[in-house]
């Protein structure tokens, strides 16, 4: 048999991106040999991100359409058909078995030229609420593997294969590492962590709360990682201990970041977790098992992370608080949160239950039903 050669679409956010890379890797160990090229929006973060994790990519010139009248969509068919000729010369150049789309600009127009060039292609949707473009692809993708049950409504049944979220292969072992964290992050060793998490771009509202609230968070006893998000540091970082006092002998109160690379050594450093709802994150947290809260955005299609959130919520995983509620009932949450062993303890159990640690594996079989 030759090479085996996979082309793999993602991006825009991590929540796309990761599962891209996660899946590669997997099916690097299945198929040492194979051959893999990444496809992204130009501009974007998974231009940088894909290298750093080892592949290539190439950029198409895309973007989404804008709600609002702008000039952006104006020029968006004339990208949308530079990107499906530009998709098309690089599916002819590099031939691939397979192509593999996980949300995001540039998997739209890349599955479209698959699926005309009768190449089979496999889509992977994070959400409970598929986005535009996989509810277009889906009519011609040979597989759709999802991660939220009740998705026929949207996704022809006899394609859907429920197969949870590709988590990094990290998160599965990260109690062992919690001192290695600490010192990693310059944590101390004595005092209570609480994560909070705003998305690889950030959560502006998370952000707010977050600094408005930071002294009643120290008065509770806990040291805050903050991940800002790289849309808000220049904004945040001023709270960072190491800028705002001489850091403690031990180690520093708050620690201010954009992004976090070691994602499985914070997670465990971490005792509560304060996170958006995204599809890719709420997969983890599962995976991850500590006490979460989650501040869903209420600035996404249909909704879709207040339903992600509410598929913990409902079965005692999870505290939801919304956005619009935040100002009068977060204090009192976090207080009874932390001051509350059983209900901590209750947390993490149940929604270490609704983990899927095998999602990326089995979405892999999947892929390889698909070889021919």
Partial sequence: MSKLKFILSGGGTGGHIYPAIAIANELKLRFPDAEFLFVGAKDKMEMQKVPQAGYKIKGLWIAGLQRKFTLQNL?????????????????????PNVVIGTGGFASGPLL???????????????????????????????????AYENLERFFPIDKIVLTGNPVRQ????????????????????NKKTLLVLGGSLGARRVNQLIAKELDFLLATGVQVFWQCGKLYYEDYKKYNSKNAQPATRN?????????????????????????RAGASSVSELCLVGKPVIFIPSPNVAEDHQTKNAMAIVDKNGAILIKESELDSSFEPIFSNLISNENLQKELSENIKKLAKPNATKDIVEEIVKLIK
């Fill in 75 to 95: 020029m968006f068919p004339f990208k949308l058909t530079s990107s499906l000729w530009v998709s098309r010369k690089i599916i002819k150049a590099f031939k």
């Fill in 112 to 146: 479209q030229m698959a699926n005309m060039l009768k190449i089979p292609t496999l889509i992977q949707e994070q959400n409970s609420y598929p986005g535009i473009t996989n509810k277009l692809l889906s009519k011609k993708a040979n597989t759709i593997c999802v």
């Fill in 170 to 189: 990290d998160l599965l072992e990260i109690d062992s590492k919690r001192n290695e964290a600490l010192k990693h992050f310059n944590l101390n060793p």
């Fill in 251 to 275: 180690s520093q109160l708050v620690t201010v970041v954009s992004f976090i690379d070691r994602m499985d050594l914070v997670f465990a450093a971490a005792d509560f977790i304060i996170s």
